[in-house]
Every structure is written in structure tokens, then in C-alpha cells.
């Protein structure tokens, strides 16, 4: 069988702990790695995901990349419900070299009936995404084009999380608002606006042998 929309790399992992504070500064000053930013949401509002209270995104020392390592702590730590809700593993991430790669994949589980999360743009490192499960309720992330950090050593600005329809998502628009917009109108992007045809964004059909 054909592979198609292969991952790139192992992008970022996720994990979930119990104190952010006590993690970022073992990640930061035991392993020496760099925080690009944290952020910390109120108890009313649904920030990356609903189980998300707080976290930070971390990359190595010499590392030009967004984040390598995403830490969060959870509203409900205890809660039994799918989709990495406990301690531990978050989820795992898997980068793509092209948005061609992300969408057959995207079409691949929507064919095959792989459960499928969702899809979002914006947050922190601004990439284009979507999250599905593995047969064991694992949360995978599969990515393409995260924001590299700037020359000043920080964070570019990016626009709220927002849930898009990758079939349905105008990629072009996405990115020419990328490279045009200023950071005030970027922050405030709303993702309603870029839709294009499902005939014009969908990939080739996948090959079955």
C-alpha cells in the first residue's frame, strides 16, 4: 500500500502536570531549556481545549523552533474522560514539510473513520493543525508551518484558537495574512473569513494501493 501524507518529524510532546511553576523550572533551570512564553486562562474561559487551565510552551537552548515541549495543567486532573485528561502524556505531535501532506492525512482519517478531535489555527506558535486519537485514545497532533521565533528572541503574535474546516479552509488567505497583516489586526484575525471550496481545498484522492 502507498503511503501518502507522510509525517516530517516528531514535531512536540505534551504533557501534563500537576504544578507549572515547579515544571518550568526544572525544564528551564535543571535542563537549561528556553521558555518562549506561558499562558494562564480564568476558570471561564476554553483556551486549548476545555481541559486546559494553564502551561507553558519550551524549546531547547539552541533552538529557533516555537516550542519542543508544551506543559499543561488541567482543570480537572482527576476526570476520566478521552483525550488525555490525567497526568502525564498530553499528547504527541508529528510536523509536516507541506499543507498537501497534512491535508491527505486530514482525509485519510476522515475516510477511514479515525476519531478526529479537531482542527485549529492560532494560539501560540500559529500553526495550522488538527488533533486525532490513536487506537488507544492518545492525542495526536499532526502540524504544518509553525512560527519560527524572531530575531528578538521572542514570540511573533498570533490570533485567538480557532476551530476551522481543513476541507474547507483557505490556505492562500491564511498565509499571504501572515506575511501582510500588522500584529493588531493579526491578533484579532477571524478565521471565519477564510474559507474557500471545498473543490478548490480538498487533496487528491488517496491511493489504495
Known amino acids: 500500500m502507498t503511503v501518502t501524507g507522510k509525517v516530517a518529524r516528531l ?14 523550572d526544572f525544564y528551564s533551570n535543571v535542563l537549561g531549556m528556553r521558555v518562549t512564553e506561558i499562558f494562564r486562562y480564568d476558570e471561564s474561559t476554553a483556551g486549548h481545549g476545555v481541559a486546559v487551565l494553564s502551561g507553558a510552551f519550551v524549546r531547547g537552548d539552541k533552538d529557533t523552533i516555537h516550542h519542543r ?5 488541567l482543570r480537572n486532573p482527576a476526570a476520566k474522560v478521552p483525550g488525555a485528561q490525567t ?24 475516510d477511514e473513520e479515525i476519531p478526529i478531535v479537531n482542527a485549529r489555527i492560532g494560539g501560540p506558535g500559529n500553526h495550522t493543525r488538527f488533533y486525532g486519537l490513536d487506537p488507544d485514545g492518545n492525542v495526536l497532533e499532526f502540524y504544518w508551518n509553525i512560527d519560527q521565533i ?3 528572541d521572542r514570540a511573533h503574535v ?18 499571504r495574512l501572515r506575511e501582510t497583516l500588522d500584529d493588531p489586526a493579526w491578533a484579532s484575525l477571524d478565521a471565519s473569513t477564510l474559507r474557500a471550496s471545498a473543490k478548490d481545498a480538498a487533496p487528491e484522492p488517496i491511493p489504495t494501493n
Open 87 to 110: 497526568l502525564g502524556l498530553h499528547h504527541i505531535a508529528f510536523e509536516f514539510d507541506t499543507r498537501e501532506d497534512l491535508l491527505m492525512l486530514y482525509k485519510r482519517f476522515k
Open 11 to 24: 514535531g512536540h510532546v505534551g504533557i501534563a502536570v500537576a504544578d507549572l511553576d515547579r515544571s518550568v
Open 158 to 175: 498570533y490570533p485567538p484558537i480557532q476551530v476551522v474546516e481543513l476541507d474547507d479552509f483557505d490556505f492562500d488567505e491564511y498565509q
Open 150 to 152: 524572531g530575531w528578538d
Open 69 to 73: 515541549l508544551s506543559i499543561f495543567t
